[in-house]
Nanobody
Framework: QVQLVESGGGLVQAGGSLRLSCAAS????????MDWYRQAPGQQRELVAV???????NYADSVKGRFTISRDNAKNTVYLQMNSLKPEDTAVYYC?????????WGQGTQVTVSS
C-alpha cells in the first residue's frame, strides 16, 4: 500500500510564500512523475506542476515564474515552493505520483491567500 502525506499548507497574505512537501511511503517500485494539482471551490482539479524522474519540469502558465517544483528521489519526496502568492492561488493542493503500475493521490492540503 502506498501513502502520500502532504504538509506545508496554510494561510498567507498576498505576495507571501509557502512551501509544500509530499512524502511517499509504502510499496513503491518506481516513481516516474511527481505532480502537484490544485482544486478551488466549484472548479475542476488542475495540474500545477510536474517533475520527471530526471528533473524535467513543466508548469501551468498561471504559476510559471512563481512556483518551483523539486524532488528528492532518495526520500520519495516532492516539494512545491510557492512565491508571490495571489488570492487566485487559493485551493486545496494535492500531490500525485505516477508509478509503473498506477497513479496515487495525497489527501490534499489547504492553501489560502488573503488579499
Amino acid at each position: 500500500q502506498v501513502q502520500l502525506v502532504e504538509s506545508g499548507g496554510g494561510l498567507v497574505q498576498a505576495g507571501g510564500s509557502l512551501r509544500l512537501s509530499c512524502a511517499a511511503s509504502g510499496s513503491i517500485f518506481s516513481i516516474n512523475t511527481m505532480d502537484w494539482y490544485r482544486q478551488a471551490p466549484g472548479q475542476q482539479r488542475e495540474l500545477v506542476a510536474v517533475i520527471g524522474r530526471g528533473g524535467t519540469t513543466n508548469y501551468a502558465d498561471s504559476v510559471k515564474g512563481r512556483f518551483t517544483i523539486s524532488r528528492d528521489n532518495a526520500k520519495n519526496t516532492v516539494y512545491l515552493q510557492m512565491n508571490s502568492l495571489k488570492p487566485e492561488d487559493t485551493a486545496v493542493y494535492y500531490c500525485s505520483i505516477m508509478t509503473t503500475l498506477r497513479r496515487y493521490w495525497g489527501q490534499g492540503t489547504q492553501v489560502t491567500v488573503s488579499s
